[in-house]
């Protein structure tokens, strides 16, 4: 900053052509100009030093580390800009005493802070306009210079840390609908995803300003994924429960037919077919090739009884033959059991767990890309401050 001291003036050619020259801070008057927005003090070291020149004009040049609050609007995060003031006045001076104008103007201001600045991190300096205006602090006008610094965030880091990884993960929980609801696969998977999610909203949480007035896009892109993962794990808790509900009435019918193939063996393991398919029609029903498989084997049985019997009366050796063949015959009627419980048709519950999911993917489909449009909506349509 430059001013006029009225009291120090001389002409360089009586002086030895000395056209300036530099004393001490305390030898001289400075104005007491402070920044309203400053929320710490300054603790670069400040110059010793002010340069007075021939006319009077007396300047000082300091370098300051400024910490200071600016309300950001962080509703486009991460693709917001946001405006910063930077408000020079007098501490106690009126505008009678000092009026400050502008060193430099806009323009030259904009080239000059371009030059020297090196490091911007996250953020993109675009502009830098100067406002001029009188205030009223406590009953004083007092002179007043506002810097507005206009500022663009580098969106690409945030972009590929958090916001495509959310959208991933909100596809996988798509794709898990190909797994099969059989068995906790589904649910653990579909589990993990979630907290996945979670974590990434714990880092939005600490890289997100807390100091705007609306709720950002990206708050509600975050929750509206978490919602539909979450609604989509519910529905495979409700499906393998419904799977469960049929699993368990196929088990007890599955034990009744071990009990009865139990059953149609007596203690010197000989058996009374004839019974066990008495028994097994009256108390099961079956299909059509069962039924017929199963007199075949009857058939064959009481000829192959038949030739036993006839048999037994002549030969021992004969009666142990038969009485293996009979045996293995029991294990075919068990295999047989066996293969009509695993070609059974999808029971009741079974069949509507398969409709709930068909449902729920077209619907959670059809949300998630109605949601996705109505994000990009808002976005598109907001402002930029």
Not at 23 to 42: G, N, Q, R, S
Not at 317 to 336: A, I, Q
Request: glycine share 4%; with cysteine.
């Amino acid at each position: 900053m430059a001013w006029e001291n009225e009291h120090i003036k001389w002409h360089p050619e009586h002086f030895c052509g000395l056209y300036y020259l530099s004393v001490p801070t305390e030898a001289l008057w400075m104005p007491d100009i402070t920044i309203e927005e400053m929320t710490e003090m300054d603790k670069a070291p400040p110059s010793p030093f002010l340069r007075v020149f021939y006319s009077g004009t007396v300047r000082r040049l300091n370098d300051m580390v400024l910490v200071s609050t600016c309300k950001m609007q962080v509703y486009k995060f991460p693709f917001d800009i946001q405006s910063c003031d930077l408000s020079f006045k007098s501490v106690m001076h009126s505008v009678e005493e000092i009026q400050l104008h502008e060193l430099l103007g806009p323009s030259e201001v904009l080239r000059w802070s371009h030059k020297l600045m090196r490091t911007q991190y996250e953020w993109l300096f675009i502009n830098m306009s100067i406002t001029n205006k009188n205030v009223s602090t406590l009953g004083i006008e007092q002179s007043m210079i506002v810097y507005t610094i206009t500022m663009k965030r580098r969106s690409l880091l945030h972009i590929v840390n958090f916001m495509l990884p959310v959208l991933f993960f909100l596809c996988l929980d798509l794709a898990s609908f190909l797994i099969s609801d059989r068995g906790g696969e589904k649910l653990s998977f579909k589990v993990t995803v979630l907290l996945a999610v979670t974590v990434l909203q714990l880092i939005l949480n600490e890289i997100l300003p807390a100091t705007s007035d609306k709720i950002p896009l990206i708050v509600t892109y975050c929750i509206g994924s978490f919602a539909l993962m979450m609604l989509s794990l519910l529905e495979t808790i409700l499906v393998m429960h419904l799977m469960d509900k049929d699993s368990a009435s196929q088990d007890n019918e599955a034990n009744k037919d071990q009990s009865l193939s139990e059953d149609c063996g007596d203690k010197h393991g000989s058996v009374n077919l004839h019974s066990c398919l008495r028994d097994k029609k009256w108390t099961q029903s079956g299909s059509a090739c069962d039924v017929s498989t199963v007199k075949s084997q009857s058939e064959l049985l009481s000829v192959a009884k038949e030739g036993s019997s006839s048999k037994l009366t002549e030969e021992s050796h004969d009666s142990e033959k038969v009485s293996d063949d009979l045996r293995e015959v029991l294990k075919t009627l068990t295999v047989l059991l066996n293969s009509r419980k695993e070609e059974q048709k999808p029971g009741y519950w079974t069949r509507v767990a398969k409709r709930i999911n068909k449902v729920f993917f077209i619907v959670y489909v059809t949300v998630a890309g109605l949601f996705f449009a109505y994000i990009f909506l808002k976005w598109y349509k907001a402002d930029d401050q």
